[in-house]
């Protein structure tokens, strides 16, 4: 782990609000996008002249568009109920990031500008000027928000921080000022099929490494196909899998499982990435023409299925949005869900018993269980309420023996955020993620010490990078975070394995 | 932020990344390591020299596993793990590595 350049938070036994210190935050703006990204994305390539005009031109283009912003700005009552509810406010202690206060960056303009009382009035309605002191605040604020939506859950009025950081971040790209993070990620999807930018050759390289690593193991030539024409199964999963640890675990365990199921399965080179960093920058055009990539790509493999693998935000836009941004899927075998979910997929067949469990496999661990903010507060998975949170916790229980909740105040719709979503693992955040990752480091701490959690589960790609990287600063180590497939993985016996054996054992090192 | 070498300049990112990969040249890793106060051991040239061979034929940074599992292979099966590498590089073999050889830096959701 790298030595911290700011003061990394302790841990308290039971989680409080801390006062409030403001401006601790104010410095940290993030990297600027170059011309480049910003125009591959169809942005100005840097701050226009009349920048002030075309941004509320921007905001009332999008008031007008979404009725549920204009309801956003007009009906907080400032009841207060938000303000200890965002983990970067918990972490940082910095005011402007109490939700209230970071709807407020946007709700003082639009009432200066939208309002009558903010036309004529505004000292009166705490409305101001679209100035360049403004502009800056919104930079860095909206970009220390991770649209994980935990505060609008305790919002009486529902109001959702997420969806006011997004049109923020619209109106600044529309004016030329984006974040490099995103936007440099976007156009490599465009340009290369994915985020990490990893071309055909290499990400055919590391499947059949792949392929060799699992049939060592296990003596089972389990297939990790890519471009197959006529497979069943569309398999849309973060290009992390290919890449990270535990990612691949993950991802391995998908292939086995797909494997002892019997069905056929592909990835697409051009559809090598289920994330959509177009819902992060808000920006309606960007998140349509990534999805668009996985409408093509499944025509052209002529696949009956789409899955998608562990990824927060992307099964929120494969769950929520897809059909209307790249449907109708009408050329999709209708018995089955559209898309499906890989633990939905995982779950059936263990219930279907196609799948030889040995839950002793993973008696080296006891398991607790992130759950990712995109998929417990903006999707579902299965046909029951909570399937979201009910789901993966039915995997995880039917292949290990050791299972514990963390704290009910932080997990299934309470949970509490990574600390890196939204568009913020970038190493220049490094302070935010460390601090804002407080909170599920205390409820972590809590089960590690009550009963003696080892692992901690995760189904989003951000949420393992962004755990493995901060939570050494809190004194745990990096290999305790976990995919959820990679413990179906562990426990898996596939039909013909090597029975008994030292590789076994190599596996459950690797976790 | 360029760096020196020799009395050469190298134009670097906002992040430290090279910003021609054409131009690196050994003095660069050395430079860049010093920065961080790391002295660059064979080891560390091991995977250095790796990534640069993988990167030369792929265009891209080698995965986690695949880089593992070669030093696995080259320098014996102890070594073929996520922790040897973070011991040569704190900040993550992905990319305190890769910026040394002059690699640009992974991006995504890792």
Redesign the interface.
Known sequence: ??KAKFEVPELQEYPEVPKIEPGTMAHLET?KAKPEFQEALGFPGELVDNWQEQAIEAMGDMLGKYRSLKVYMDSCVKCGACTDKCHYYLGTKDPKNMPVARQDLMRKVYRRYFTLAGKFFPKLVGATDFTQEVLDDWYNYFHQCSQCRRCSVFCPYGIDTAEISMAAREIMDRIGVGD??SN??IG?VYRIG??????G??LE??LE??EE?VFDETGVEVKYPMDVKGADILLVT???D????P??DGLIGYGKVFHEAGVSWTVSSKAS?A?NFGMFIGSYENMRKVSLRIREAALELGVKRIIFGE?GHAWRVAYAFLNTLAGPFDFLDKNYPVPQHILEFTLDEIEKGTLNIDKSLNDDMVLTFHDSCNVARATRMGDKPGGQFDIPRAVIKAVCNNYVDMPEDTIREATFCCGGGGGL?T??LMELRVKGAKPRMEALKSVTEEYGVTHMAAIC??C??QFT?VIPYYGFE??QIVSVHQLVSNALILTGQNSEGEEDESEED?A | MPIEVDGKTFETDEEGYLVNLNDWVPGVAEMMAKEDDLELTDDHWDIINFLREYYEEYQIAPAVRVLTKAVGKRLGKEKGNSKYLYGLFPYGPGKQACRYAGLPKPTGCV
């Open positions: 782990m790298a990297f490099k993070y440099e990620i490599k994915n985020n990490l930018g990893l071309p050759p290499a390289d590391t490494g792949l690593d973060p290009s992390a290919f890449f990270a640890e990612h691949v990435e994330a990824c693992l190493d220049d790609a951000i393992k990078s990287k990096m290999d690797a």
